[in-house]
């Protein structure tokens, strides 16, 4: 038995560690938090002091029964959780629940997984830091009484099934606001002027009128004056310039910039970043520091002589910015500055050159330029054309790095052929452009991230998990729109003629941005109009600030938790007894045919448009289209769902009709149904547009050969192509060619995805009717019936026992509820039309 235990919160950190002790060491994982507050209740005594009731899961009652086993044995424990303060917290539970004697428990940190940064941890131990565990203690404790309390509130007001959180709801707020202010954005137009000239040495370039104009007539007056004009250079400056190099990541920068360059979603980041450090790759990726310690300045410095020569490098010196910043904690850096590319898996190396490029950047010298400022006049009116460019002279640190940008449209400016002043010019075209004034964007998960970390919101743990929430929670989505077309018209003055010609250009194409659903914003307006503290920006900011003052030893984490509990819990108490239930209803107009009013509101399927009045006895119900919002639907729109669903006659014999169900609008042929495609109108398909639909899928149905005498078909889904056997859904990846596909082909798939299958299991107790199978991103998942439960990554599964997966199932399986009395009939009747 060795005399050391080392406890860290993770095998992969463990199995890192291990490589730099001796025999006399034996390193083992808490697998994160062994200690949490109880799932199935609130779990905080608000009235002796707020004091949590900590509890140890049952999926880690074995792991702590072998750690306390060993520590019992060890001469010294090691606790060796990250240096953050959930951390801390993970090693104060760790003393706590293993009863360790403190007289042989000794707490240490480092910032990366390196020999020397390990050795010299255990050469400086310390004690368990309860400031930074009261600060966990406080976020932790106070998100639970804002979840626990608020979301009552909303299965109440709302919907059955949703829930609120501190940062997550913010988040929200953030979206739902950017997007009702693009909603009503009004687009105003204006003309851009651009002209190409030609020097005497036959150069082209071109150069701008520094202002628009505000109509057509301004523009083509302009233009007027410029027929038979000549020019000359007026004016012309050139003088040094520099740039300098961004500051190493912090975690929120390392996000932005991965989504940027590498468009990596901000979980995804984290998960890779996690990796790199537990291979003692790069040091701690949980930070809002851009320091760099002095030895990591040197090496930095050594390298870049090394690899490119003295005059690129340059020591340099960051000051964070952010809020409580901890500014003993280091940038995310490589552990090894001459470590250029590591040979791993292809999205860890990517990350890790991004973090080497960056860090090296930030200590080379400036990139040196010379920018050219050119005037450009007219001998018949005063206005200036002006065009700049500029001349890289040294590269400095853009050899190795530029930092991205989230505006799209940043112009860069190129270069400028030679000129001198009085030069004359010959104009070869003037254009007068109308462009449209643009709203504000879309959030990505990148830019929400900058936005919540400007605001003082949350903490570098805290970005991915919420983006991750609010998206599961279906508060927020993915955004796919295609854009549309808008036409603008060019004016162009060429051989003293000017010509107008109307052309196209998509607007509104936003792939991927960030959207609130119905949900999301009607749930958020409710909070925002019943607790206007709890979504307060300034409020959310100065609670993370309280955390820090604890965390410093600077505030009693009970008295905070009080101040802020006495004035939130009877601010729930009169909302739930007093606030009207929300539906997000909205009176679009009046029926035509019937003289009610129609309306919009979220119903038990989903948004739903509604003709009637609130008493009538008989109403009318039509879903809205999937891309269709409560907040943005007109009344033509939501009456037009009241002609489905539409008859367009039969089909070889069978009736066909267009409808709009729970998964969007489709065509019924027979006992057929087909999805429309993306952004079809349902009342605009025909009967020969339904034909041609019907004959696509049952060409894509029809078999294309068989395996095992059980026909084989072919698709294309969302995920790309596909073929179908036995109730198996098998992707076709490009090796194969779609089009056509040899049996060998179809054997070869259907029989590697058959193991794949067989792989993937690792355990199944047949007679139990559970199975444990391996996951996405390396986790595994219990499967009983309709049950899933998804282990944490840090799970060994392969370990895990009968006993143990069935207590883990008896956890998670839900109570059977006693049958509800029945109820006397309504007297109110509904007709609901599909």
């Known amino acids: 038995m060795a005399k050391n235990l080392v406890i860290v919160e993770s095998p992969a950190k463990a199995k890192t560690i291990e490589k730099f002790l001796g025999k006399d060491y034996q390193v083992e994982s808490s697998y994160g938090h062994i200690a949490d507050l109880p799932s199935k209740e609130i779990g905080v005594d608000v009235l002796n002091g707020f004091k949590p009731k900590y509890e140890v899961s049952p999926d880690k009652k074995a792991l702590v029964k072998k750690l306390r086993d060993l520590s019992k044995s060890a001469e010294t424990v090691w606790l060796a959780s990250d240096e953050d303060r959930e951390g801390e917290a993970i090693a104060w539970h760790l003393a706590e629940e293993l009863k360790l004697d403190k007289s042989k428990t000794k707490r240490i940190v480092f910032h990366e997984i390196t020999k020397t940064a390990i050795l010299k941890a255990i050469e400086n131990p310390r004690s368990i830091n309860y400031d930074l565990v009261n600060a966990q203690q406080a976020r932790r404790v106070l998100d639970r009484l804002v979840g626990y309390e608020l979301s009552p509130v909303l299965w109440k007001k709302v919907r059955s099934g949703l829930s609120a959180g501190r940062v997550q709801s913010v988040s929200v707020r953030l979206i739902v606001e950017r997007e009702r202010d693009i909603t009503n954005f009004k ?75 590498l468009y990596l979603p901000v979980g995804v980041t984290m998960m890779l970043a996690q990796r790199l450090y537990e291979a003692g790759l790069i040091t701690y990726m949980r930070t809002d520091s851009v320091n760099l310690s002095n030895d990591a300045m040197a090496a930095a410095e050594a390298e870049i002589i090394r690899s490119y020569g003295k005059e690129f490098s340059k ?116 254009t007068a452009t109308e462009r449209f004034t643009r709203p504000s964007a879309r959030y990505t998960e990148a830019s929400l991230v900058k936005k919540l970390e400007e605001l003082g919101i949350g903490r570098p743990s805290t970005y991915a998990p919420t983006i991750s929430t609010i998206i599961s929670r279906n508060y927020v989505e993915k955004g796919n729109f295609e854009g549309q077309q808008r036409k603008f018209s060019q004016l162009t003055l060429k051989s003293s003629t000017i010509a107008e010609q109307e052309l196209n250009e998509n607007v509104g194409s936003d792939k991927g941005k960030l959207v609130p659903t119905d949900i999301g914003t009607i749930v958020n307006d409710f909070l925002v109009n019943h607790f206007d503290t709890i979504l307060d920006y300034n409020f959310t900011a100065k609670v993370e600030q309280d955390f820090d003052e604890i965390a410093s030893g600077n505030e009693d984490w009970t008295k905070m938790m009080s101040n802020f509990y006495d004035h939130f819990h009877p601010n729930v108490v009169d909302v739930e007894k007093n606030a009207e239930r929300e539906s997000g209803e909205r009176i679009l107009g009046t029926d035509p045919k019937t003289g009610k009013p129609v309306s919009v509101r979220l119903g038990k399927f989903g948004p739903m448009a509604q003709i009637g009045e609130p008493d009538d006895e008989v109403k009318q119900f039509a879903s809205l289209l999937p891309e ?99 109730g198996m859904f098998i992707n076709v990846s490009k090796k194969y060619n779609f089009d056509k596909l040899s049996q060998s082909d179809l054997v070869e798939l259907i029989e590697d995805k058959l193991q794949k299958e067989v792989d993937k299991v690792i355990h199944n107790w047949e007679d139990e009717g559970i199975k444990v199978e391996k996951a996405r991103w390396g986790r595994s998942v219990i499967l009983k019936g309709k049950l899933k439960i998804e282990l944490n990554k840090d799970v060994d599964a392969s370990k895990l026992t009968l006993d143990q997966v069935k207590v883990m199932v008896a956890e998670k399986t839900p109570a059977k509820k006693a049958a509800a009395p029945k109820k006397a009939a309504a007297k109110k009747t509904t007709v609901k039309k599909k």
């Open 187 to 261: 687009a105003e137009a204006t003309y851009s002027i651009t002209a190409e000239f030609t020097n005497e040495a036959g150069k082209t370039f071109k150069a701008k009128l520094p202002k628009n104009f505000a109509t057509k007539q301004e523009a083509h007056d302009f233009l007027n004056k410029n027929i038979g004009s000549q020019y000359k250079v007026a004016d012309l400056e050139t003088k040094p310039a520099k740039k300098s190099p961004a500051a190493p990541f912090t975690t929120s920068t390392l996000q932005q910039e991965a989504a940027r360059k």
């Open 315 to 430: 020591r340099r010196t960051y000051n964070t910015k952010s809020k409580g910043a901890q500014e003993a904690h280091e940038a995310i850096r490589p552990t090894d500055m001459s470590q250029h590319t590591v040979n791993i898996d292809r999205d860890q190396a990517r990350l890790y050159d991004l973090i080497w490029k960056r860090t090296l950047a930030s200590q080379m010298s400036d990139a040196e330029l010379e920018r050219t400022n050119v005037k450009i006049e007219a001998n018949n009116h005063k206005e200036i054309f002006t065009a700049s460019g500029e001349v890289l002279m040294f590269e400095g640190f853009l050899k190795v790095y530029l930092e991205g940008h989230d505006d799209d449209d940043e112009e860069q400016e190129g270069m400028l052929p030679a000129l001198k002043v009085s030069e004359r010019l010959v104009n070869n075209y003037i």
């Open 628 to 726: 269709q919002n409560i907040g943005t639907i007109s009344l033509e729109e939501a009456l037009g769902l009241f002609m489905l669903p539409k008859n367009l006659g039969e089909y070889n014999g069978e009736e066909v009709e267009v409808n709009n169900g729970r998964f969007g609008p489709y065509v019924r042929f027979g006992k057929m149904f087909i999805s429309l495609p993306k952004g079809e109108d349902p009342l605009d398909v025909t009967l020969e547009r339904a034909q041609e639909l019907i004959n696509e899928k049952q060409q894509a149905d029809a078999p294309i050969g068989t395996y095992k005498n059980e026909p084989i078909q072919k698709g294309v889904g969302r995920f790309g192509p596909f073929i179908k056997w036995n």
